[in-house]
């Protein structure tokens, strides 16, 4: 396995096409762990205190018309 210093370097020497592939890559890869993190805290109830506290703020008349 290459260490980090030596895809550093790799990675400077794509040509452009290659790079912005690779940068479209890792920003979907983050989207989907960002995603899948999302999903297991709401299926879990980690979230549930934001419907807690969007139901408060709407019972009390806090919410404003968008």
Same mark, same amino acid.
């Given at each position: 396995? %290459?260490?980090?210093? =030596?895809? =550093? @370097?790799?990675? *400077?020497?794509?040509?452009? @096409?290659? /790079?912005?592939? *690779?940068? $479209?890559?890792? /920003?979907?890869?983050? %989207? $989907?762990?960002?995603? +899948?993190?999302?999903?297991? +805290?709401?299926?879990?109830?980690?979230? +549930?205190?934001?419907?807690?506290?969007? *139901?408060?703020? @709407?019972?009390?008349? $806090?919410? @404003?018309? *968008?």
């Amino acid at each position: 396995m %290459l260490a980090l210093k =030596e895809i =550093e @370097k790799e990675i *400077l020497t794509l040509p452009e @096409k290659d /790079y912005s592939d *690779l940068r $479209k890559w890792f /920003y979907s890869r983050d %989207l $989907k762990q960002w995603d +899948d993190e999302i999903t297991k +805290d709401s299926e879990s109830g980690k979230l +549930d205190f934001l419907i807690h506290e969007a *139901l408060s703020e @709407k019972n009390s008349a $806090k919410l @404003k018309n *968008l």
